[in-house]
């Protein structure tokens, strides 16, 4: 018997696709900057969503 399987392939949805925020200087560590909503509709660990931000 063979079940066919979903390949866990599909990217997020990221609602809206794109974001801005601005920082204002000195603010402390930990302070919110924006909130960032996706879905995956992959099953599983290769639907979770994990977020990382980078100084650009």
């Given amino acids: 018997h063979h079940r066919p399987c979903r390949s866990p ?4 949805q990221f609602q809206p696709s794109s974001y801005q925020a ?6 402390p560590a930990g ?3 924006t ?3 996706a879905q ?3 099953e599983g660990e290769a639907g ?3 977020y990382a931000m980078a100084a650009l």
């Fill in 31 to 33: 302070t919110p900057v």
């Fill in 48 to 50: 979770q969503l994990h």
């Fill in 35 to 37: 909130q960032v909503t």
């Fill in 22 to 27: 601005t920082v204002e200087e000195n603010q």
């Fill in 40 to 42: 995956d509709p992959d």
């Fill in 9 to 12: 392939n599909t990217a997020p």
